[in-house]
């Protein structure tokens, strides 16, 4: 129904009509040029010249045109089907296959005469398709009506039909999800309900990652069911080699044990591990009776060098607490003897440093990036980021107090406590200047007077870090520690905080590139990359290559796309299994290259659990009003829907209003008009 609508006056539609009426007056009827005119020719023109200025000025009193229209909506009927490993598990998955796909094939067509029918199959996500692999390595039901929420929102739908077997090993519990639906759930039950003979490994709880050096563990969950009085033996692998294993005795119908396993982690890189069960007589399957898991072994161990000049008490003390620490790997030498080159040191201790004789240390350290630790230096001059002017051969006798504004680190209140405990140092006599950008830890205290003259101060200028210890005797600092708490916690404290602050670098090469190095395999893999000029910014002209390689040899290769100032690739998934990847760039005539590995690993929860939950697909259809039906007899939800009176078509009316300016054919209207009455005119010679 059409209806015109505005807010404008009614006196102005009359005063829009005098106004066309006095116009086209004036322009023909007192107009001497149209003299020669007949009467009916004059009649005519004033016609056109009124309907069209009439036109116009109706179009300026804002007429709008609402349209009312009833629109009536059929129920859609939603068809979800499970694509999940486990509804075909069993001795006669194709010819399942086969009845499942003839079955939603009749439903689908008999639907469709009166409904139009959505399918739509989930498992690890959900997604709109109409074929069937029922390869989907996990089963997330609370992830189906999530996507029903987002892609059917105020929509009529009349049901939803269920297909599946009611496992499900991902996600959030489906029921209360499904209680808010506002339509019934007709669930379709498929799958073996029976328990079967199977001994299964059923999980595997472990540290992704684990220091070399260092010991780790494995828990591995082993289920059986219908397998009483039978015995088995649980094996662990790695690179085909048997490391351990543990013998199962099943004592019950439905058996379930946890067995522990430690580990050495002897070699750096991702190890795989393969566990076993051994089989049994009559399992329903024996894909379930292997496992892998992996784990990432980093080689955390950093090197320290540790020079001095003579033998000293201090040395031992630091030395004991620096091989306590598995992450690192501590070498002696003398300063006089040392030809090294440090770039292969994460840090190098001098103790004892004299700047006439170890300058060149000092030179080679900085030109190598590698920072330094200075312990009881032998002079006062030539100290990095300080200046402390006093006579020669003169010392105080200092204790140590805490600096409260110290942030480059934090330390525990049993160190804290420890410091005001600790006995008094020989340190320089002088005035101290410590450069901008350094922090003190420890204070000076002569007497009962406290100082802001460092004894232990750490400096960070450009990435280059290094700390300096003003004080002969912090062996006494250890010894101490054990006569107050017969141990040396606090004391290695504060040695391992010094070590790992100097000790850790930043990332300063010209071409980075991250991923994780263990994705599961329905997983998208991910890289992200970034290149830097000289200067240290981010850069984006060179293009970035990526190659792929599997156990194989066989190679997939792949560019980047440039995403604001950084690389970033999507790989897709791949087959479980370990590869290798190297990416290149072209940065100033040099190839850059980063190489690492990564492994995908095998997704196993479909074979974990495969007993047919048919009492939560009975439970959801209930929750909305539906009923649940075997796949024999599933043609019956054609007949329960066509009978429910609350599955009906939606009739709704629809307001539609434009403005009537916006009609393209008023203004064909109007040129119409105005065409014609210009032809008339020229033809009769008035123009």
């Known amino acids: 129904m059409l209806q015109f609508v505005s807010d404008t006056p009614v006196y102005y539609i009359l005063l829009c009509i005098i106004a066309a009426t006095f116009f086209s007056f004036l322009l023909y009827y007192r107009n001497k040029h149209n003299s020669e005119l007949t009467t009916k020719t004059i009649a005519l023109l004033s016609v056109f010249r009124f309907s069209a200025f009439l036109i116009v000025c109706l179009l300026l009193c804002n007429f709008l045109i609402k349209n009312t229209s009833n629109k009536t909506e059929s129920p859609t009927i939603l068809f979800a089907v499970d694509n999940s490993s486990s509804v075909l598990y069993g001795k006669d998955s194709l010819n399942n296959k086969r009845l499942i796909e003839e079955k939603i094939k009749n439903l689908n067509s008999g639907l469709a005469k009166s409904f139009n029918v959505k399918q739509m199959v989930f498992g690890s996500k959900t997604r709109f398709n109409d074929s069937l692999s029922f390869n989907d390595k996990e089963t997330d039901l609370s992830e189906l009506f999530s996507f029903i929420d987002v892609n059917f929102q105020n929509q009529n739908i009349g049901a939803l039909v269920l297909l599946s077997d009611g496992i499900m090993n991902k996600g959030l519990n489906p029921v209360y999800s499904a209680e808010q639906l506002k339509f019934p759930i007709y669930s379709i039950a498929v799958g073996d309900t029976n328990e079967n003979k199977d001994l299964l490994i059923y999980k595997i709880n472990h540290n992704q990652i684990a220091y070399l050096g260092n010991k780790f563990a494995a828990e591995v969950v082993v289920n059986a069911n219908k397998l009483v009085n039978e015995e088995a033996t649980l094996s662990v692998y790695k690179n085909g080699i048997k490391k351990q294993e543990q013998k199962i005795k099943i004592n019950s119908e439905n058996y379930s044990k946890t067995f522990q396993f430690i580990f050495d982690a002897d070699a750096p890189g991702i190890q795989k591990y393969e566990v076993t069960v051994s089989r049994l007589n009559n399992e329903i399957s024996y894909s379930n009776n292997q496992q892998s898991f992996i784990v990432d072994v980093i080689d955390n161990r950093e090197k320290i060098l540790l020079l001095s000049n003579a033998p000293h008490p201090d040395i031992a003390a630091i030395s004991e607490s620096i091989e306590n620490m598995k992450n690192y790997e501590l070498v002696k030498d003398q300063t006089s003897l040392t030809q090294k080159t440090f770039k292969a040191y994460s840090l190098v201790i001098i103790?004892?440093?004299?700047?006439?004789?170890d300058a060149k240390i000092m030179e080679n350290c900085n030109n190598n990036n590698v920072p330094v630790f200075i312990i009881n230096p032998l002079t006062s001059e030539g100290l990095p980021n300080i200046k402390i002017n006093g006579s020669l051969n003169r010392y105080n006798d200092t204790e140590p107090t805490l600096n409260k504004s110290f942030s480059f680190f934090t330390i525990s209140d049993e160190l804290k406590s420890f410091i005001k405990q600790l006995p008094a140092l020989k340190t320089f006599f002088g005035n101290y200047a410590v450069s901008n950008g350094s922090q003190v830890l420890l204070n000076q205290k002569i007497g009962m007077v406290e100082t802001n003259d460092p004894i232990f101060y750490f400096n960070e200028l450009n990435g280059l870090k290094n700390a300096v210890f003003i004080g002969d005797g912090i062996w006494r600092w250890k010894m101490r520690n054990y006569q107050e708490n017969e141990n040396?916690?606090?004391?290695?404290?504060?040695?391992?905080?010094?070590?790992?602050?100097?000790?850790?670098?930043g990332d300063k090469s010209f071409f980075r590139v991250y991923t994780n190095k263990i994705v599961n395999e329905n997983e998208v893999i991910e890289?992200?990359?970034?290149?830097?000029?000289?200067?240290?910014?981010?850069?984006t002209d060179p293009e970035v290559s990526l190659t792929i390689k599997n156990k194989n040899n066989i190679a997939f290769s792949y560019y980047f796309s440039k995403i604001n100032n950084s690389y970033r690739l999507n790989a897709g998934l791949l087959e479980p299994g370990e590869y290798t990847y190297e990416a290149k760039v072209k940065l100033d005539n040099s190839m850059l290259t980063k190489k690492g590995i990564l492994m995908v690993k095998a997704i196993v929860s479909e074979q974990l659990n495969t007993i047919a939950n048919h009492q939560l697909l009975n439970q959801l259809s209930n929750a909305t009003n539906g009923k649940m039906f075997q796949l024999n007899n599933c043609e019956r939800i054609i007949e329960e829907i066509n009978n429910n009176e609350y599955i009906k078509p939606i009739t709704y009316s629809e307001n539609k209003t434009i403005e009537l300016i916006e009609l393209k054919w008023i203004f064909l209207v109007v040129l119409f008009l105005f065409t014609i009455e210009w032809l008339i005119r020229k033809f009769n010679g008035i123009i």
Do not use: D, M, P
């Open 351 to 357: 103790h004892g440093y004299n700047a006439l004789t």
């Open 488 to 505: 040396f916690n606090a004391f290695n404290e504060l040695i391992s905080k010094t070590i790992q602050f100097l000790s850790i670098k």
């Open 527 to 539: 890289f992200n990359a970034e290149v830097y000029n000289k200067s240290y910014e981010l850069i």
